[in-house]
């Protein structure tokens, strides 16, 4: 090789190498303006979530004032803390340095636009503020994630399993619960209370430690889902293997509670769907002693 022929050998090298420094300082800027969050929503407060999965399937998030709402569900309230966790992890959490950034990368770690685990879609005022794909987990409670309008791929404190498409699993869990109840009437007892006082129907006290499981079973029950349409039809003329008419503060409700396959449903006359419940909840409600706690034993 001549000396022009090796001196343009050596000058592709340093072009090479030049532009291998800028491309690195450009990812570097990247990430540093992505340290800040994994997504920018400036001054903006979002104010609705589009939550979508692998098979299109879609779950839509709705702020009004300081609640989260779903709207598939008639507008039930979401866990609000839940959804508030996941807005932070996106638009305020850290999100480290990045872990790939090839387009290559993007289809390996599920991040691409065309293929991925989740797809969210952050709004304020009916103005989309961006898209977060999420994508393969490297480790406990994480999950790649990219923003579509960036090429970094970085690996954040979520899990998929708590990001489902299924409203159900997104409800407040408190829903159900009755706070401060003052008259509870069920089959084989009736309780009132009076002036701090509970009394039976018939003036007499009530065993305490009954009293005090059923006070607490109303007070913590936790919703878990809502039944499927075929599992609501099928016990919609069934039985109940308990119906409470709790009187509360707020107003009086009605519970019925059944067993179908193994899992447990309430229905509340507040609302028109059939609640899933742990087996726990259940059992507590169902297993006080009517005879106990009306003083027959």
């Known amino acids: 090789m001549n000396r022009t022929g090796v001196a343009l050998f050596f000058l592709m090298l340093l072009q090479l190498a030049v532009v291998a420094m800028f491309y690195q300082l450009e990812l570097d800027e990247q990430d540093k303006l992505a340290g800040n ?10 104010d609705e979530i589009m939550l979508t999965d692998e098979s299109g399937t879609s779950l839509q998030l709705r702020r009004v004032g300081e609640r989260w709402l779903l709207p598939k569900l008639g507008n039930l309230p979401a866990d609000a803390a839940r959804v508030d966790a996941l807005v932070q992890q996106l638009t305020q ?3 480290g340095w990045s872990v790939a950034h090839s387009p290559a990368a993007r289809q390996r770690f599920l991040v691409a636009h065309y293929h991925f685990r989740r797809k969210l879609v952050l709004s304020a005022l009916d103005r989309e503020l961006g ?88 007070r913590h029950i936790q919703v878990q889902g809502v039944a499927s349409p075929t599992t609501t039809s099928a016990l919609a003329s069934v039985e109940a293997d308990l119906i409470l008419q709790v009187q509360g ?9 059944f ?33 106990l706690i009306s003083g027959a034993q």
Do not use: C, M
Not at 37 to 46: H, I, K, M, R, W
Not at 159 to 178: C, H, I, S, T, Y
Not at 185 to 199: E, K
Not at 249 to 257: D, H, N, Q
């Open 37 to 46: 969050a994994l997504l920018d929503t400036g001054s903006y407060v979002v």
């Open 93 to 95: 959490a850290d999100p």
């Open 131 to 218: 898209t977060v794909y999420l994508g393969t987990s490297p480790g406990y409670r994480t999950v790649h994630a990219r923003n579509d309008a960036a090429e970094n791929i970085y690996a954040v404190n979520l899990n998929l399993f708590e990001l489902p498409v299924d409203a159900g699993k997104w409800l407040d869990p408190r829903l159900l619960q009755v706070r401060a109840p003052v008259a509870i009437n069920a089959d084989g007892y009736t309780l009132q209370r009076h002036s701090g006082a509970w009394q039976l129907g018939s003036g007499a006290t009530p065993e305490p430690r009954e009293l005090q499981a059923l006070l607490d079973a109303l």
């Open 249 to 257: 503060l707020a107003g009086s409700v009605e519970l019925k509670l």
């Open 259 to 291: 067993t179908r396959d193994s899992e447990h449903y309430v229905s509340s006359s507040e609302y028109p769907y059939l609640f899933l419940i742990s087996a726990y909840d259940f059992d507590k409600l169902t297993g006080i002693d009517s005879l």
